[in-house]
């Protein structure tokens, strides 16, 4: 897997979770789909997606 696809990943988590945090959870979904494209065995994407 590419560096740069892990690093955008984690940009589009860190942005999922502060939609997260302001309650918009239509982004939220947006950006996790996004995340896990990019690197489908990210845990910590799934971890927050079984909080939520």
């Known amino acids: 897997m590419e560096t740069a696809n892990l690093e955008q ?3 589009s988590y860190n942005q999922g ?3 997260l945090k302001s309650g918009n959870l239509d982004a939220v ?3 996790f789909r996004e995340a ?3 690197n489908p065995n990210f845990a910590e994407v799934h971890n927050t997606i079984g909080l939520i």
């Open 36 to 38: 896990l494209l990019l």
């Open 9 to 11: 990943a984690q940009v």
């Open 29 to 31: 979904i947006k950006c």
């Open 17 to 19: 979770l502060a939609h």
